[in-house]
């Protein structure tokens, strides 16, 4: 059974750094592009980034770039999304997701004083 598990989130003041994980079981984890989302209620979810096998990396958003990175261990079956420098507009459900239809269970982040 395929299973993407998620880690990491919770409260945050502006500034601070987060650590997402995602762990992947079920599936031949090495040849999967990965992608991490983003969602704000009553908004749509947004790509954020995506990690392909091989390790190219694209940026979907630019509010994130050069604040955020995307890594992978393939030895761990895992996705991790490195936040830094957090704002209170990063505020969102977090969710990885292994196309075509496997996503992790989501990940509150709440940026905040």
């Known amino acids: 059974q395929v299973h993407l598990v998620q880690s990491g989130g919770g409260l945050v003041q502006p500034g601070g750094s987060l650590r997402l994980s995602c762990r992947a079981s079920?599936?031949?984890?090495?040849?999967?592009?990965m992608n991490w989302y983003r969602q704000v209620p009553g908004k749509e979810r947004e790509l954020v980034a995506q990690?392909?096998?091989?390790?190219?990396?694209?940026w979907w958003l630019d509010s994130v770039k050069g604040r955020f990175s995307i890594s992978r261990d393939n030895t761990a079956n895992t996705v991790h999304l490195q936040m830094n420098s957090l704002r209170p507009e990063d505020t969102a459900v977090y969710y990885c997701?292994?196309?075509?239809?496997?996503w992790g269970q989501g990940s509150q982040v709440t940026v905040s004083s």
């Open positions: 990690i392909m096998p091989g390790g190219d990396i694209y």
């Open positions: 997701y292994s196309p075509p239809v496997i």
């Open positions: 079920g599936f031949t984890f090495s040849a999967k592009g």
